[in-house]
């Protein structure tokens, strides 16, 4: 989904979504509430299975709306990233992947002119390793405890 083949913008709002998004700025309050609460019940869990995923925490001093949540299978983890995204697929959990993940080793960067600083492992860990659950404020705690249920199922298998 992610393969960059050309360097440019991704300018798309168009006038009816401005209008939306202007009419929504009314539920902007209870939306950033809903998914920092989504955010935070998904991170309270996956942090109790540091086995398997490295948890993470907002910046100090920060205060995020999230977008999602970030997912890293460990390197070491039973399985990988892309077995738990297909059993989650099949169970009706939606995700994402890291957008376009170690950039350098997209199409669009093939014979361009850059600098890279560092090996950028943690690059290609995210790349590899990592993919987004949503946080989205329509998300309920029943369907959060669903997601937690179709997790443990998984991981139940490589106990």
Request: aromatic share 16%.
């Given at each position: 989904?992610?393969?960059?083949?050309?360097?440019?913008?991704?300018?798309?709002?168009?006038?009816?979504?401005?209008?939306?998004?202007?009419?929504?700025?009314?539920?902007?309050?209870?939306?950033?509430?809903?998914?920092?609460?989504?955010?935070?019940?998904?991170?309270?869990?996956?942090?109790?299975?540091?086995?398997?995923?490295?948890?993470?925490?907002?910046?100090?001093?920060?205060?995020?709306?999230?977008?999602?949540?970030?997912?890293?299978?460990?390197?070491?983890?039973?399985?990988?990233?892309?077995?738990?995204?297909?059993?989650?697929?099949?169970?009706?959990i939606d995700t994402r992947l890291m957008f376009g993940g170690n950039l350098i080793k997209q199409p669009a960067y093939a014979n361009k002119?850059?600098?890279?600083?560092?090996?950028?492992?943690?690059?290609?860990i995210v790349m590899n390793n990592t993919f987004w659950i949503g946080v989205y404020p329509g998300i309920t705690d029943e369907m959060i405890?669903?997601?937690?249920?179709?997790?443990?199922?998984?991981?139940?298998?490589?106990?």
């Open positions: 989904k992610f393969t960059y083949s050309n360097i440019g913008y991704n300018l798309k709002a168009t006038d009816l979504q401005a209008s939306v998004g202007v009419a929504q700025m009314k539920k902007l309050e209870n939306f950033i509430l809903q998914r920092k609460h989504n955010w935070s019940e998904i991170n309270n869990f996956i942090s109790k299975k540091q086995d398997y995923f490295i948890p993470h925490t907002p910046t100090e001093d920060s205060s995020p709306s999230w977008f999602g949540y970030a997912i890293t299978v460990k390197e070491k983890a039973p399985f990988k990233r892309d077995e738990l995204i297909k059993f989650l697929n099949e169970n009706r002119n850059y600098k890279v600083v560092g090996n950028l492992e943690n690059a290609d405890d669903y997601i937690k249920q179709v997790f443990d199922k998984f991981l139940e298998s490589f106990k």
